[in-house]
């Protein structure tokens, strides 16, 4: 097992948790865990399934309430807000203090969410449900990367795939569990997913009970050696484009996450099934392409992944506001297969710039990656009522190109475990 070492830093005078970061610790570990990293991929699937929910069932709440595309907008930006407010601050807290059981804990939030969801009749108390079932996202996800991390035995990109494609596969169920369950019964059947919330909870209390022992904290004492060798302000720059990188695909995720159903009824006059459908095959691209996206960065370098992934799907983009309905359906698959692959070699390269604050750039990152989606879908939202989602196709067909900042990333060779 890839065991945490202790970094001196006469800068620090509270105890910190730092994973092994260098070739050395990571060739000389076992290899990875490979129950644990199934376990918390299965929790992160069942974690972002539910949490898929909320977009998914936007036509209906669009229908029953008779909402615009701005309040539609609002409640992801409610339930992203969250999880991007508090992603930070749990990741700052839990490398000074990890506890194991707060994932748990995390999940009995988003249990109270979909409870909540399920039996409201207000605009602003479906706000509060989403905004609550975004804190416990926020609980999660720093806490599972760094167990991800732990269990990887050096591994870093395949471990970090492994994570996240649990999430995606989750995110690409709930549309296709909304349209098959939430669409035919309504909005009440929602609490029926508290279920998958309750059995979450208790992968994840055995999870903690495996993280427990291995949790090794200590005094810091040295001033630590930048990761690579890079000085600061290297390594801070690295940062700024990795975050650049990141808005550029995040933001371009929202406008399908949150609008793509709304894009395919407008344009094409699909039924609402079909649409989310439709959407379940977008998501399900996305799983694949992050599941390669990792080992890819480790054998080959993230800086090349990230190259490929968002600039690669730009071509698409761009041909999407002008497909047919079997065009567009071909498009989406290539554009998820091809820019969610930059997510784990974005996460991984800001985690290893960053050995010794892990769980504050995972939450930052994380955190960024949900908040940008949130003001993302607002945003778009408020530009859809304005002009039409044609228009918002067309603008959000460009933000690829942002990619091409990876140029002016540190060229540093990949880890192997």
Not at 18 to 34: F, I, K, L, M, R
Not at 157 to 169: C, E, I, K, P, T
Not at 384 to 392: K, M
Request: proline share 5%.
């Amino acid at each position: 097992m890839n065991k945490p070492v202790i970094v001196n830093d006469d800068t620090l005078t509270t105890p910190v948790m730092v994973e092994a970061a260098t070739p050395a610790a990571a060739a000389s570990a076992a290899g990875p865990a490979y129950a644990v990293l199934f376990a918390i991929s299965v929790s992160h699937c069942l974690n972002d399934l539910m949490q898929s929910l909320i977009p998914s069932i936007y036509p209906i709440l669009k229908a029953n309430y008779a909402l615009d595309y701005t309040q539609i907008g609002l409640i992801s930006l409610a339930f992203q807000f969250t999880s991007s407010l508090l992603q930070p601050l749990v990741g700052f807290s839990t490398d000074r203090t990890p506890r194991p059981y707060s994932l748990a804990v995390g999940m009995g939030f988003t249990l109270a969410g979909l409870l909540l969801l399920s039996t409201a009749h207000q605009y602003a108390v479906i706000l509060i449900a989403a905004a609550i079932i975004g804190t416990g996202s926020a609980i999660f996800h720093p806490e599972s990367a760094r167990i991800a991390r732990l269990a990887s035995g050096g591994r870093y990109g395949f471990a970090q795939s492994v994570f996240q494609v649990g999430g995606n596969l989750g995110a690409a169920a709930g549309p296709l569990l909304a349209a098959l369950i939430v669409v035919p019964l309504g909005q009440p059947s929602v609490a029926w997913f508290s279920i998958v919330a309750a059995l979450a909870m208790a992968i994840l209390w055995r999870i903690g009970a495996w993280y427990k022992p291995r949790i090794v904290v200590r005094k810091a004492a040295q001033a630590m050696t930048q990761a690579f060798g890079l000085s600061q302000w290297r390594v801070r720059l690295a940062l700024v484009l990795l975050v650049a990188l990141m808005f550029s695909k995040t933001f371009y995720m929202a406008s399908i996450t949150s609008y793509y159903t709304f894009f395919l009824i407008h344009k094409f006059g699909v039924e609402t099934q079909t649409a989310q459908l439709l959407l379940f095959v977008f998501l399900g691209a996305n799983a694949v392409g992050v599941y390669f996206g990792g080992p890819l960065g480790d054998r080959f370098g993230r800086r090349y992944v990230l190259w490929f992934s968002i600039v690669g799907s730009l071509p698409f983009t761009l041909m999407l506001p002008y497909a047919g309905l079997t065009g567009s359906v071909v498009l989406t698959i290539l554009i998820g297969l091809i820019m969610s692959s930059a997510t784990p070699a974005i996460i991984v390269f800001a985690q290893e710039l960053m050995p010794h604050r892990f769980g504050l750039i995972s939450g930052v990152f994380y955190g960024f990656a949900f908040g940008l989606g949130g003001i993302g879908a607002a945003v778009l939202g408020k530009l859809a009522d304005l002009t039409s989602l044609d228009f918002v196709y067309s603008v959000c067909a460009f933000l690829p190109a942002i990619g091409l900042l990876a140029v002016f990333l540190p060229k540093v060779s990949a880890q192997r475990g």
